[in-house]
């Protein structure tokens, strides 16, 4: 009898104290959570709130006749975020390479001259390459907020038979080099 009733209450001692840390748990939890969003949301610039996978172009450029009116633009900026060796063998006529991989510690020169308020468009290989848009926040995080992305990159152009440039030049200098 003593046992059974020992057995019992080792039982119901448990069972409380493991809802009790669940509670607690869940309680931690709510409040970093909570916190964060505050604390982000007083932020100046605050972090977006989805992986980087996730990222949606802001305003895309979806065909190549919006893509023209923009270019005939003159304070319009075109930037290739593919690898320069791919720049190399072909781009957008007028574009200039900015490698969307590389950890830039500050912006280009070409980007510190340029009007905050000048529309940059960048582009990558095709609509399901991330790097186009990956770099679109890169230069909104350099305060350049006017920044759209072409989603059909150069294969898009390809596919419209547009000519490509293939005389890069030097490779463009970033203040960090």
């Known amino acids: 009898m003593a046992k059974v009733i020992f057995t019992n209450l080792w039982r119901t001692f448990f069972k409380s104290l493991y809802s009790e840390l669940l509670f607690w748990m869940a309680a ?22 989805v992986w980087p996978g996730q990222i949606e172009a802001k305003a895309p450029i979806e065909d190549l006749d919006e893509l023209d009116r923009l270019l005939a633009l003159n304070d319009t900026l075109l930037l290739d ?19 969307a991989d590389k950890a830039y510690l500050s912006p280009p020169l070409f980007l510190i001259s340029l009007d905050p308020n000048a529309l940059v468009v960048t582009y990558c290989s095709e609509s399901l390459c991330p790097l186009g848009e990956k770099l679109a926040e890169i230069v909104r995080g350099w ?18 038979a547009r000519p490509l440039e293939q005389d890069p ?9």
């Not at 969003?37 to 972090?47: A, D, Q, T, V």
């Not at 975020?81 to 490698?99: N, V």
């Open 143 to 160: 305060g350049h907020k006017n920044t759209r992305v072409f989603l059909a990159g150069i294969d898009g152009w390809l596919s419209a």
């Open 28 to 49: 931690i939890i709510f409040a970093a959570a909570f916190s964060s969003y505050l604390f982000n949301s007083l932020r100046s610039e605050p972090f977006p709130w």
């Open 81 to 99: 975020a593919r690898d320069y060796r791919l720049y190399q063998l072909g781009h957008i006529p007028g574009a200039i390479s900015l490698e």
């Open 169 to 177: 030049g030097p490779k463009p200098q970033n203040i960090d080099d």
